[in-house]
């Protein structure tokens, strides 16, 4: 392959973005839930990109690096196709207010396929061994099994009052209001800690009963919590999603919980009570996801900036904001 072609593939996909995750599988293993860095994670998919990579399966180099990658990964990068790559919508800068926010849904595709139809519009590839799946699983466990939103031995805190008391009045709702009293409850009910002061750990991810218990929690435990209480609402779970994201204007890593309703994403945040759609939302750059107790990676298209911030996966923790 000539070696300007080499340059094009590196150039448009920045394949070293994937680096820490492909290395070795212990890296993957040993990756906090909600722990990713900027330069790890950000892939920029520019036009006719991936179906060149694809195509460069012969050049040593390249080969040498997918080759120690998950088998599902590499399937993945081998499967894209370009020609489904769109460009990412220009939206207004998003205002912030006090608290809480919306939710997300990127595709959750079936088999090894990246979805070019993600929330923030990016592309998501499956990835088996995302650390976060693992610490998500309590919760989902407590939702299937109807317990997240129920009261315990000593009764409902005043947090769980107020989110039953929503749920009670929005039965019959339509989807839109169902998301905006939930985020609004939700929002309200719990107020922001830090898992280092709540848990003593620099991540750790609540269940709806911890979280409610406690009526505090960190940014994932806000979105769990919206998503046991839509799913308590009739709200599909295959339309649900937590992402976790990097915010490239505060400079700080996030969680969100993102809803799907007829094509478009609602993202609920705990930084603010309205509900918006993603396209409102351009400085959230998608990290990773957990969608129906699977993980999935996500990239950018060309075009988008990369996480300026050079840290490593296991030092960040998006709870918390910034590294530990």
């Known amino acids: 392959m000539k070696r300007s072609t080499k340059a094009k593939i590196l150039a448009s996909f920045t394949l070293s973005s994937f680096a820490p995750l492909l290395l070795s599988s212990n890296v993957a293993a040993q990756m906090p839930e909600m722990q990713i860095s900027a330069t790890s994670y950000t892939s920029i998919l520019a036009t006719n990109t991936i179906y060149t990579l694809a195509q460069a399966g012969s050049m040593a180099g390249v080969f040498n690096l997918l080759r120690t990658a998950a088998s599902d990964v590499s399937s993945a990068v081998q499967r894209i196709n370009l020609a489904a790559v769109t460009q990412l919508p220009q939206a207004e800068t998003a205002s912030f207010t006090a608290e809480t ?66 749920l009670d009045k929005t039965g019959h709702a339509s989807i839109r209001d169902k998301l905006n009293a939930v985020n609004v409850a939700v929002n309200r009910a719990i107020r922001y800690r830090r898992d280092a002061d709540t848990y003593q750990t620099a991540d750790y991810w609540a269940t709806p009963s911890e979280t409610l218990a406690r009526q505090a929690g960190d940014c994932e435990d806000f979105a769990i919590l919206k ?74 298209r060309a075009g988008n900036k990369q996480v300026a911030s050079r840290i490593p996966l296991e030092k960040v923790a998006p709870g918390e904001g910034a590294a530990y």
Do not use: W
């Not at 919760?139 to 805190?157: D, F, Q, T, V, Y």
């Open 101 to 166: 926010t919306a939710s997300i849904k990127p595709g959750v595709p079936r088999k090894a396929v990246p979805s070019n139809d993600a929330v923030f519009g990016s592309v998501t590839i499956p990835f088996k061994r995302l650390a976060a799946v693992k610490r998500f699983a309590p919760s989902l466990a407590e939702m299937a099994s109807g317990a997240a939103i129920k009261c315990g031995a000593k009764g409902c805190s005043d947090a769980a009052e107020v989110v039953k008391a929503t």
């Open 227 to 300: 998503m046991a209480a839509l799913r308590a609402e009739g709200v599909d779970m295959k339309d649900m999603s937590i992402v976790v994201l990097f915010d490239q204007k505060r400079q700080f890593y996030h969680a969100v919980l993102s809803v799907e309703v007829n094509g478009n994403y609602f993202i609920l945040d705990n930084m603010r009570d309205q509900v918006l759609p993603d396209n409102r939302l351009p400085d959230y750059q998608p990290l990773f996801s957990i969608a129906r107790g699977k993980g999935y990676l996500h990239g950018l």
